[in-house]
């Protein structure tokens, strides 16, 4: 296995995915939730952004190429996706939201995918798969997105503990920063799109 590809990866794959970032978008999502609720989005987010990654890494240029998609393409949906949860936890429309279906948006969106498996990192993976050479590489660049993803919910998991300190109040406040947040990437996200289409003729 070569070890500096399995870092490469990594360190890769830890910039564009952010997990420290994450943390205040997941607990705007499910600070008042019951503990079971938190524990069990904890894990279901990188579990279901393992599974794209995943996905992505055996057959991505093939998908893409087989619904002629670009990255672009992809960046401009996961702006747009992150952009409508932004408005929501900016506006508060979130917590009125029924019980089953936050669930299932903190376990697949925003967290699952754009957030965490979202347009870069899906590209880097691309990337890295076309530029391996030998089970070797393919080891390295497995090991490192596993990696990432353990990371990921270490994160989550023991994020919930700041909720006790936060308190009510300080959950609203973080969902109303997490959303500026949010819509900060979204638009960057846009901004790359139209950038890369424009590039790409």
Do not use: C
């Given at each position: 296995m070569d070890v500096t590809l399995y870092l490469?990866?990594?360190v890769t794959l830890?910039?564009?995915m952010d997990p420290p970032g994450a943390i205040p978008v997941f607990l705007s999502l499910v600070g008042r939730?019951?503990?079971e609720a938190?524990?069990?989005a904890?894990?279901?987010a990188p579990a279901v952004s393992l599974a794209v990654i995943t996905?992505?890494?055996v057959g991505g240029q093939a998908i893409l190429s087989y619904l002629h998609i670009g990255i672009p393409a992809l960046q401009g949906a996961g702006g747009l996706l992150l952009l409508l949860i932004a408005l929501e936890l900016l506006t508060g429309r979130s917590a009125n939201q029924p019980q089953g279906a936050e669930d299932v948006n903190v376990a697949l969106v925003p967290l699952g995918t754009p957030l965490m498996a979202g347009p870069g990192a899906i590209a880097a993976v691309?990337?890295?798969v076309a530029q391996s050479d030998g089970v070797g590489d393919h080891v390295a660049i497995a090991l490192a997105i596993l990696s990432m993803h353990l990371i990921l919910f270490l994160v989550l998991r023991f994020s919930t503990l700041l909720i006790r300190i936060l308190g009510e109040?300080?959950?609203t406040l973080l969902a109303r920063i997490a959303g500026l947040l949010l819509a900060a990437i979204a638009v960057q996200l846009v901004a790359d799109s139209v950038r890369g289409f424009i590039a790409g003729g």
């Amino acid at each position: 296995m070569d070890v500096t590809l399995y870092l490469t990866v990594l360190v890769t794959l830890f910039v564009i995915m952010d997990p420290p970032g994450a943390i205040p978008v997941f607990l705007s999502l499910v600070g008042r939730k019951s503990k079971e609720a938190r524990n069990r989005a904890a894990w279901q987010a990188p579990a279901v952004s393992l599974a794209v990654i995943t996905v992505f890494a055996v057959g991505g240029q093939a998908i893409l190429s087989y619904l002629h998609i670009g990255i672009p393409a992809l960046q401009g949906a996961g702006g747009l996706l992150l952009l409508l949860i932004a408005l929501e936890l900016l506006t508060g429309r979130s917590a009125n939201q029924p019980q089953g279906a936050e669930d299932v948006n903190v376990a697949l969106v925003p967290l699952g995918t754009p957030l965490m498996a979202g347009p870069g990192a899906i590209a880097a993976v691309i990337v890295f798969v076309a530029q391996s050479d030998g089970v070797g590489d393919h080891v390295a660049i497995a090991l490192a997105i596993l990696s990432m993803h353990l990371i990921l919910f270490l994160v989550l998991r023991f994020s919930t503990l700041l909720i006790r300190i936060l308190g009510e109040s300080g959950i609203t406040l973080l969902a109303r920063i997490a959303g500026l947040l949010l819509a900060a990437i979204a638009v960057q996200l846009v901004a790359d799109s139209v950038r890369g289409f424009i590039a790409g003729g």
